[in-house]
Structures are given as structure tokens and as C-alpha cells.
């Protein structure tokens, strides 16, 4: 066995091996040479020790991570793999240990943090996978919802239904060649994750004699998962917004030295143990873990007032579908996608898939269980039989392709599976674009994904229209807003007052009295208040709001007015609003911060945005989350596809292609797919 490294001009590797097994090592041991420092702060993550490296501030998520029981469950999930599988994981993990050494010597944070590189186990890259995604489907919000309806009422438990800032989201359109210069589908696209550095997609190529696919890989688990290319088929995923996850409060007690839990049938044992937490600069931190016959406790405990316990599929089922990884990388067509995803278990997708021969899919993939349905809207009683999980929905609902299809986190084919779907603006106006124009190519497809337009600004200018009793400045303000284009564009001064107002106006709606019980969030793990902290939750329920009863119009109309006001008054003594770019900046995720970092790049765009650069508004313009990659596949020459990452091939600081491509991504650009061999520098695998 043996495999060659290339890289094109812009780092990425592209691996050639002489088999699939040997293709998979050679996967491993780039990546950790590439993104050493990442792949382990990973997998620190996911089986809850960042801590005793990252130090205090990581102890609630290790805490989670060990009582949501992520690499147990990751250990059973890969004991049931099937032998070829589970060997070419394994095979996989073997290319991470080689590579590691050199990786961590090339990567300044591991001595900043003190940090020596482990060894990673067959599961780990389970572990990795269950890590990025056990918040996925936000089961948080339902603890939010318990919040509400205790403090404002049951009728109120929804008002703040709407895509929230915790929640991953991502953009996907399919051309039918009908719709193409060429024939033959266009399949595009962008995820929406927090940014990180180095970020969560890597480009890749894997070619060995059965398959040779380009797309972008999750490091830390082989393969191409979400977004690949075939040559023959393609596909992208987006977040189907479905809920699968339960919360179940639970009564405990303890009993003769272990802890019963109370069930539709009794009082059953649980499962308990203890575990440690090491924390650098701090003492250890010791985590009972308690398992009930619904699932691991993820608040509370046997010793206080309320006990939640979670269920998920991977830990019912023993399974995440990695079976499917393998899958993807052979497919030819349509059919073998489809075939490959039924297996899929977290989390739960819209996928899009085109192929050559004018195959088309459009579905959702998933494990998704079928329950009561109180379940997916609240906490529920461990003790009630009817919210026992009764088997799963299948088959997983799908949607012909007419055209031009559009996924964006909307209501969509996964309507039937989820409660809280992002608002249509952005598909929206994807399908507004996309039908602007009668025929389009791979290179006009960044005018989608960079378009600023800002469909749910309409709401809050609709309701300052009507306003009366205006001072002038305060006037001049809303007329200037009411004229302006509805884009958020970073050069623009009109977009920045927008985005003042409405800041102004999310915190006078959170410090209105009515709203005021849900000011102190309810005493919840610390991983879990970002889904119960009131501001950001105000912030992505504006248009709600503004139209709800709870909420006197009068008193209404005198918050905006005194938003209005506020920001009119600064701008005077300002001389004006700055441009948008200068508010809204990028704001990576570093989990060792760099020293000497550069000025924050300025950013186009908003949450509501094609071009989906997510703030905080009345916490922060800074821009937390947005495309953590660009993607066009193109069906007619795999050569015309394009990609781009916000920063580089390299998790390595100073290295050449460590944020080469940030300039690219922050104009809106896409690179060139590079699949000519010919084209590209082969590399020594010395390393």
C-alpha cells in the first residue's frame, strides 16, 4: 500500500493511494500535520478534558461532554460498525498518530498551552463528530420554553420562536440543466457554523482506483460527509432543523448507595459513577454521572430540586451512520447517494444531490423517532408512558426538484419533523435571485452567495413608518431608513444605522417590564445559557414582537421612538453613523488565542442575509457565525467547480496557506477545483 501527497497553489492536499485503506492513512496523518493543534483540541473536547489544558473557562463543557456521555456512546457507536467500516476508521486514526508528531511541532500552541499530543483511539473520530454535534438540534430551547411558560404563561412559550444564534444553519440551490449554460446541473451552496480558526471544513481531494472525490472534510473523521464531488454525482447538506433530541425530567433518589429513578415503571436503578475533570491553574473538578433508562442527566441531579436527563439517537441506537461516509466516496450517481444517506443517523440534514445523467434527489436524512408530540416542544415527564420514543419516521420526507431547488433552514420538506424553523427570507431570496435569471454558469454563483439584501429589516421599518411625534433628528433618522435599500453592505452608512436602531430597540424591548421575569435565566449548566439568555433571544424575535398582544402598542411605539431618538443623538454627536464594516467585524473562535493578531477584516452581510455573517444585536455587531465555506459543484466539468474557506489549507499560524484565502472569502471570490494532476506539486511524505 502506498499514497502520494500533492498540494495545489493554494495548499490544499490532494491525496492518490493505491487503495481505499491506504487512502484513508494518508487522510490521517495530512490532516494532523496540517491541523494538528485542532484535531487535538478536539478531541480533548469530546471526551471532556479541554480543561486541563484551555484551563477553567472549558470545565462546563467538559462537565457536559462527560455527563452527555459523548465517548462512551462514541465507543459503542464504533463496536457496532460493520469490519469494513470500522478498518477504514481505524485505518484513518493510524494516519493521525503517524502524523501528529510532526503536526504538533510545527504548531506554536502546544508549547503555549503546555500540551504534549495523545494518541487517538478507533472511535475518537466518532467522538469528534458527536462533539460538533450533540448541540446541533438545539434540545436547550426547550428548557428556554419551560422558562417562558412559567414566567409569562403557557400561551407565551413560542413568541420567541425563530432560528437563534445557537443554531447551525446553512444555504444550498440546485440548477437543473435546463437552468445552466452548459446542460448539466450546478449544485452550490455555503454552511453557516461559528467561525473558527482554523476553521471546521478543510478542502480536500481523495483519489484511489475505486473513486476520486474533491469536497470538504471535517477534520478529525474520514472522508467527505457533507459536501463532495464525485465527478459523476454531487451533494451538500443543510440543517433540516428537526427535532430528535428529548428532555425528560426525571425524580431521583438515592437508595442503598446508588440512585433509582422513577419510570413508567417504578422506580428503576440507574446507572452512577464519578469522574474527575482536571483543570490547568485550578483544582480538579469531580462530575457524578447518572444514567437513567431515558438517557444521561444533563442538569440537575440526585440531589436537587429538578434532574433532566437527555435522549439522542446515537446513544438509543448505538449508531451515527458512519457506514454512509464510505458510501459517498464511491458514488456514481443519484441512486448511490440516496442509498448511502438512508443509513444516516446524526444529525439530521436537507440534502441535495445531482449526478451526469440528470438524476436529482431532494430529501431529508436522519434518525428521527417517532413520539409524543408534546416531546418536541417541552421537557416531559420521565414517568408518563406516552412520551416513550415509538420507533422512527421513515420514509424521511423528500421534494421533487423542478428547476431550481433552494434549502435554507426553512420550512421545507423536514416541516413535519421539526417546531422552529429559520424565518423564508433567505430562501426567499434565493429563489428571487436564482429566477432573476434565465440561465447561469459556476462563475455568476457568487452573486448569490454574497448578497446582502435584508428581507426581515421590512417589519421594523414598517412599524417606524407609522410613528408619530418624532423630534427632528429622530425623523430625519427614519426617513433616511425608510429610503434606504435594505442592504447590508460593509461600505454602508445606512446599513450601520439600521443595525443601531435595531440594537437600540432589542434592548428596550428586553428591559420592557412585561419581559422583565425573563431577565435572570433559570439556574441551568453554563453550556446550556446561551439558549436562555434573554437579550439574544429578543434580538432574533424583533418582527414577533412587534406584532404580539403580550406587548401594549403604545408602549411599543415609545421604545421605538426612544431607539430612534438614542441613536439620532449619537450620530449628531458622532458627525454620523460609521460605515457597517466598521461595526460588523469578524470575530473567530480561537481556542489559543494568537498574539499579534491583525485588525478584525470588516464584513458585508447579517444573519437574515444570503449572505448570513451573524451578530448579536444588543449584544454585539461583531460577526460570530456565518459561511465557514463557499462551495460550487459543477456536473458539466468537475474543473469548473469552485471553493473557497475563510482562512487556509494550514491550521498553522505563519504558515503560507494558514489564511491565504481570507482575502478571497471576504471579497465574496471562489478558487479554481484544481483536478488536473499535472497542475499540481507533489509533496515528500517525510513527515
Given at each position: 500500500?502506498?499514497?502520494?501527497?500533492?498540494?495545489?497553489?493554494?495548499?490544499?492536499?490532494?491525496?492518490?493511494?493505491?487503495?481505499?485503506?491506504?487512502?484513508?492513512?494518508?487522510?490521517?496523518?495530512?490532516?494532523?500535520?496540517?491541523?494538528?493543534?485542532?484535531?487535538?483540541?478536539?478531541?480533548?473536547?469530546?471526551?471532556?478534558?479541554?480543561?486541563?489544558?484551555?484551563?477553567?473557562?472549558?470545565?462546563?463543557?467538559?462537565?457536559?461532554?462527560?455527563?452527555?456521555?459523548?465517548?462512551?456512546?462514541?465507543?459503542?457507536?464504533?463496536?457496532?460498525?460493520?469490519?469494513?467500516?470500522?478498518?477504514?476508521?481505524?485505518?484513518?486514526?493510524?494516519?493521525?498518530?503517524?502524523?501528529?508528531?510532526?503536526?504538533?511541532?510545527?504548531?506554536?500552541?502546544?508549547?503555549?498551552?503546555?500540551?504534549?499530543?495523545?494518541?487517538?483511539?478507533?472511535?475518537?473520530?466518532?467522538?469528534?463528530?458527536?462533539?460538533?454535534?450533540?448541540?446541533?438540534?438545539?434540545?436547550?430551547?426547550?428548557?428556554?420554553?419551560?422558562?417562558?411558560?412559567?414566567?409569562?404563561?403557557?400561551?407565551?412559550?413560542?413568541?420567541?420562536?425563530?432560528?437563534?444564534?445557537?443554531?447551525?444553519?446553512?444555504?444550498?440551490?440546485?440548477?437543473?440543466?435546463?437552468?445552466?449554460?452548459?446542460?448539466?446541473?450546478?449544485?452550490?451552496?455555503?454552511?453557516h457554523r461559528f467561525i473558527e480558526d482554523p476553521g471546521v471544513y478543510q478542502q480536500i481531494r481523495l483519489a484511489c482506483p475505486e473513486y476520486d472525490v474533491v469536497g470538504l472534510a471535517v477534520p478529525g473523521v474520514p472522508g467527505v460527509a457533507h459536501f463532495g464531488h464525485t465527478?459523476?454525482?454531487?451533494?451538500?447538506?443543510?440543517?433540516?432543523?428537526?427535532?430528535?433530541?428529548?428532555?425528560?425530567?426525571?425524580?431521583?433518589?438515592?437508595?442503598?448507595?446508588?440512585?433509582?429513578?422513577?419510570?413508567?415503571?417504578?422506580?428503576?436503578?440507574?446507572?452512577?459513577?464519578?469522574?474527575?475533570?482536571?483543570?490547568?491553574?485550578?483544582?480538579?473538578?469531580?462530575?457524578?454521572?447518572?444514567?437513567?433508562?431515558?438517557?444521561?442527566?444533563?442538569?440537575?441531579?440526585?440531589?436537587?430540586?429538578?434532574?433532566?436527563?437527555?435522549?439522542?439517537?446515537?446513544?438509543?441506537?448505538?449508531?451515527?451512520?458512519?457506514?454512509?461516509?464510505?458510501?459517498?466516496?464511491?458514488?456514481?450517481?443519484?441512486?448511490?447517494?440516496?442509498?448511502?444517506?438512508?443509513?444516516?443517523?446524526?444529525?439530521?440534514?436537507?440534502?441535495?444531490?445531482?449526478?451526469?445523467?440528470?438524476?436529482?434527489?431532494?430529501?431529508?436524512?436522519?434518525?428521527?423517532?417517532?413520539?409524543?408530540?408534546?416531546?418536541?416542544?417541552?421537557?416531559?415527564?420521565?414517568?408518563?408512558?406516552?412520551?416513550?420514543?415509538?420507533?422512527?419516521?421513515?420514509?424521511?420526507?423528500?421534494?421533487?426538484?423542478?428547476?431550481?431547488?433552494?434549502?435554507?433552514?426553512?420550512?421545507?420538506?423536514?416541516?413535519?419533523?421539526?417546531?422552529?424553523?429559520?424565518?423564508?427570507?433567505?430562501?426567499?431570496?434565493?429563489?428571487?435571485?436564482?429566477?432573476?435569471?434565465?440561465?447561469?454558469?459556476?462563475?455568476?454563483?457568487?452573486?448569490?452567495?454574497?448578497?446582502?439584501?435584508?428581507?426581515?429589516?421590512?417589519?421594523?421599518?414598517?412599524?417606524?413608518?407609522?410613528?408619530?411625534?418624532?423630534?427632528?433628528?429622530?425623523?430625519?433618522?427614519?426617513?433616511?431608513l425608510l429610503r434606504w435599500d435594505r442592504r447590508m453592505a460593509a461600505d454602508s452608512t445606512d446599513a450601520a444605522a439600521f443595525a443601531l436602531v435595531r440594537a437600540a430597540v432589542v434592548r428596550r424591548f428586553a428591559a420592557h417590564p412585561v419581559l422583565a421575569p425573563l431577565t435572570?435565566?433559570?439556574?441551568?449548566?453554563?453550556?446550556?445559557?446561551?439558549?436562555?439568555?434573554?437579550?439574544?433571544?429578543?434580538?432574533?424575535?424583533?418582527?414577533?414582537?412587534?406584532?404580539?398582544?403580550?406587548?401594549?402598542?403604545?408602549?411599543?411605539?415609545?421604545?421605538?421612538?426612544?431607539?430612534?431618538?438614542?441613536?439620532?443623538?449619537?450620530?449628531?454627536?458622532?458627525?454620523?453613523?460609521?460605515?457597517?464594516?466598521?461595526?460588523?467585524?469578524?470575530?473567530?473562535?480561537?481556542?489559543?488565542?494568537?498574539?499579534?493578531?491583525?485588525?478584525?477584516?470588516?464584513?458585508?452581510?447579517?444573519?437574515?442575509?444570503?449572505?448570513?455573517?451573524?451578530?448579536?444585536?444588543?449584544?454585539?455587531?461583531?460577526?460570530?457565525?456565518?459561511?465557514?465555506?463557499?462551495?460550487?459543484?459543477?456536473?458539466?466539468?468537475?474543473?469548473?467547480?469552485?471553493?473557497?474557506?475563510?482562512?487556509?489549507?494550514?491550521?498553522?499560524?505563519?504558515?503560507?496557506?494558514?489564511?491565504?484565502?481570507?482575502?478571497?472569502?471576504?471579497?465574496?471570490?471562489?478558487?479554481?477545483?484544481?483536478?488536473?494532476?499535472?497542475?499540481?506539486?507533489?509533496?515528500?511524505?517525510?513527515?
Amino acid at each position: 500500500m502506498s499514497a502520494r501527497l500533492f498540494r495545489d497553489r493554494w495548499g490544499i492536499p490532494h491525496l492518490r493511494a493505491t487503495d481505499h485503506r491506504a487512502l484513508a492513512v494518508a487522510q490521517g496523518r495530512v490532516t494532523a500535520y496540517d491541523r494538528a493543534w485542532q484535531l487535538e483540541v478536539e478531541r480533548h473536547r469530546a471526551v471532556g478534558s479541554s480543561a486541563s489544558f484551555l484551563g477553567a473557562g472549558e470545565v462546563g463543557w467538559d462537565r457536559f461532554a462527560r455527563q452527555a456521555r459523548l465517548a462512551d456512546t462514541a465507543r459503542r457507536c464504533y463496536a457496532a460498525l460493520d469490519a469494513e467500516t470500522a478498518d477504514w476508521v481505524r485505518a484513518y486514526v493510524a494516519g493521525v498518530n503517524a502524523g501528529l508528531p510532526a503536526g504538533a511541532a510545527r504548531a506554536p500552541e502546544f508549547a503555549a498551552a503546555g500540551l504534549k499530543p495523545g494518541r487517538w483511539e478507533p472511535w475518537t473520530p466518532l467522538a469528534v463528530w458527536l462533539g460538533h454535534h450533540i448541540l446541533f438540534a438545539g434540545f436547550p430551547t426547550k428548557l428556554w420554553r419551560e422558562h417562558v411558560a412559567q414566567r409569562l404563561g403557557e400561551a407565551h412559550a413560542d413568541l420567541f420562536a425563530a432560528d437563534p444564534p445557537t443554531t447551525a444553519g446553512s444555504n444550498g440551490w440546485l440548477l437543473t440543466g435546463e437552468r445552466t449554460a452548459t446542460g448539466a446541473a450546478l449544485l452550490a451552496g455555503d454552511p453557516h457554523r461559528f467561525i473558527e480558526d482554523p476553521g471546521v471544513y478543510q478542502q480536500i481531494r481523495l483519489a484511489c482506483p475505486e473513486y476520486d472525490v474533491v469536497g470538504l472534510a471535517v477534520p478529525g473523521v474520514p472522508g467527505v460527509a457533507h459536501f463532495g464531488h464525485t465527478g459523476p454525482v454531487a451533494w451538500a447538506i443543510t440543517n433540516a432543523m428537526a427535532d430528535y433530541q428529548d428532555l425528560y425530567a426525571e425524580r431521583l433518589r438515592r437508595r442503598d448507595g446508588g440512585v433509582e429513578a422513577y419510570g413508567p415503571d417504578g422506580w428503576r436503578p440507574a446507572h452512577t459513577h464519578t469522574e474527575t475533570v482536571e483543570v490547568a491553574g485550578a483544582n480538579p473538578v469531580e462530575v457524578e454521572i447518572v444514567e437513567t433508562a431515558r438517557g444521561p442527566l444533563v442538569a440537575g441531579g440526585p440531589d436537587e430540586g429538578t434532574a433532566f436527563s437527555l435522549r439522542y439517537p446515537p446513544r438509543v441506537l448505538g449508531e451515527l451512520g458512519f457506514a454512509t461516509l464510505p458510501a459517498l466516496l464511491r458514488a456514481r450517481t443519484v441512486a448511490d447517494v440516496e442509498a448511502a444517506v438512508d443509513r444516516w443517523v446524526e444529525p439530521v440534514n436537507v440534502l441535495l444531490a445531482a449526478d451526469t445523467a440528470g438524476g436529482l434527489l431532494h430529501r431529508v436524512t436522519g434518525a428521527v423517532p417517532v413520539r409524543h408530540p408534546t416531546n418536541r416542544l417541552r421537557v416531559v415527564p420521565a414517568w408518563a408512558p406516552e412520551h416513550a420514543w415509538r420507533g422512527w419516521h421513515a420514509p424521511m420526507p423528500r421534494a421533487e426538484v423542478d428547476g431550481r431547488a433552494v434549502m435554507a433552514n426553512e420550512r421545507g420538506p423536514a416541516a413535519p419533523l421539526g417546531v422552529e424553523f429559520a424565518p423564508p427570507y433567505r430562501a426567499d431570496r434565493i429563489g428571487h435571485l436564482l429566477d432573476a435569471e434565465p440561465t447561469w454558469t459556476a462563475d455568476r454563483m457568487p452573486a448569490v452567495h454574497t448578497d446582502t439584501h435584508l428581507g426581515s429589516a421590512a417589519p421594523l421599518l414598517a412599524r417606524l413608518a407609522g410613528l408619530t411625534g418624532l423630534d427632528p433628528t429622530a425623523g430625519a433618522l427614519r426617513d433616511r431608513l425608510l429610503r434606504w435599500d435594505r442592504r447590508m453592505a460593509a461600505d454602508s452608512t445606512d446599513a450601520a444605522a439600521f443595525a443601531l436602531v435595531r440594537a437600540a430597540v432589542v434592548r428596550r424591548f428586553a428591559a420592557h417590564p412585561v419581559l422583565a421575569p425573563l431577565t435572570d435565566p433559570p439556574p441551568h449548566p453554563e453550556v446550556f445559557q446561551p439558549w436562555l439568555a434573554l437579550v439574544p433571544r429578543v434580538a432574533y424575535a424583533v418582527p414577533a414582537l412587534l406584532a404580539t398582544p403580550l406587548l401594549p402598542a403604545a408602549d411599543v411605539d415609545a421604545l421605538l421612538r426612544a431607539a430612534l431618538g438614542e441613536v439620532a443623538a449619537d450620530e449628531a454627536t458622532r458627525g454620523g453613523p460609521p460605515p457597517w464594516g466598521e461595526l460588523h467585524r469578524l470575530t473567530p473562535w480561537q481556542a489559543w488565542p494568537h498574539p499579534h493578531a491583525g485588525p478584525a477584516p470588516r464584513l458585508a452581510g447579517d444573519h437574515d442575509c444570503v449572505l448570513a455573517t451573524s451578530s448579536v444585536p444588543g449584544v454585539t455587531h461583531g460577526c460570530l457565525r456565518g459561511p465557514a465555506a463557499r462551495f460550487v459543484w459543477d456536473l458539466a466539468d468537475r474543473a469548473g467547480s469552485r471553493w473557497v474557506v475563510p482562512f487556509g489549507a494550514s491550521g498553522v499560524p505563519g504558515d503560507p496557506h494558514h489564511a491565504d484565502q481570507t482575502p478571497f472569502w471576504l471579497a465574496g471570490d471562489l478558487l479554481p477545483v484544481t483536478t488536473d494532476w499535472d497542475q499540481l506539486t507533489e509533496e515528500r511524505d517525510d513527515h
